[in-house]
């Protein structure tokens, strides 16, 4: 709620709604993770291609995207960068946001996120995380869904979900609070070199390898609205994912920038994939998912939410 409280102050009544600032740029206010998921919106930014789509933007940490969700439903935000899409998609369905996807952040990659224990943990195999404490950043949302998907194709029994943010995984998992945590970069490999953190499962491994998981969203309204300022935001947006798929050095030389990652740390990170435009058959994997978990209530049709 801090954090939140935050973002508002930041953006004041001036921020988001895409505002004409000085000398005609567009001006657009971005929340943003500091995960590996918006190395693209970073990159875009540091590399000129927001200017040279005429655009100037303003980003804005947050811990947690659902923390900015308010935000961006009253137009103090314009877009959510590294949006976990499982939050923004039953916001959409509730009728609590009217959602719309500019572009495609990262789908799964081999150990971009993994479930961590404690290196002298009795959890010894992925049978064993049945009935067992696993922190998650969200409730109900894609971290849940990856693994209950993971344990279900496997025939394992699920766990007992507990949200805490990712920065605070590591004392937790330290305090015996929980028994796993599931934790995505910088986060994965930060708790593997400072507490010895074992990996138990990858996150990213079959049924879920390759699925969408972030995106950057924004609302019908700022899409229509402002329908050049979203159309040049997502060409920039997708200039920069060709950089960070065809070269990840770009990524990790990015990182250290605006996350807590050091240069040499970066060097290691196990980097998502960075599709270049969004995909609606692939999206539909994702809702398809949800709705056999029963986080959608109705098919959704991705098709129809993405910005073109």
Sequence with gaps: MAALALLLA?????????????????????????????????????????KKEGLSVRIQPVQQSIQALPALSKGQVDVIASANYVTFLQAHEKGTLDLRILAEGVRTAPHMMDVLVPRDSGVKS??????????????????SLTLNA???????????????????????????????????????SALQGQL????????????????????????????????????????????????????????????????????EQAKTIRLPSYPATADAAQLRRLTELMRKQGLLQKDTDPATLLVK
């Excluded at 609070?177 to 970069?185: I, M």
């Design 10 to 50: 930041g953006c004041g009544d001036g921020g988001g709604s895409g505002s004409t600032g000085s000398g005609g740029l567009t001006e657009i206010t971005v929340a943003a993770l500091p995960l590996t998921d918006s190395a693209a919106l970073y990159l875009a930014r540091d590399r000129g291609l927001f």
């Design 196 to 263: 010895k953190a074992r990996v138990l499962l990858d996150g990213a491994t079959a049924p879920v390898r390759s699925l969408p998981i972030s995106g950057y969203v924004t609302t019908r309204k700022f899409a229509t609205g402002h329908a050049k300022a979203a159309a040049a935001f997502r060409r920039a947006i997708e200039a920069a994912s060709k950089i960070a798929a065809t070269d990840p050095s770009a990524v990790r030389a990015e990182l250290p920038m605006y996350t807590k990652v050091t240069a």
């Design 150 to 188: 993971i344990l279900d194709r496997q025939g394992v029994g699920r766990p007992v979900y507990r949200q805490i943010a990712f920065p605070q995984m590591g004392p937790a998992l330290e305090r015996n609070q929980v028994d796993a945590v599931h934790a995505v970069e910088p986060f994965d």
């Design 126 to 143: 992925v049978a064993d995380l049945a009935g067992k404490k696993v922190a998650v950043n969200i409730l109900n949302n894609i971290q």
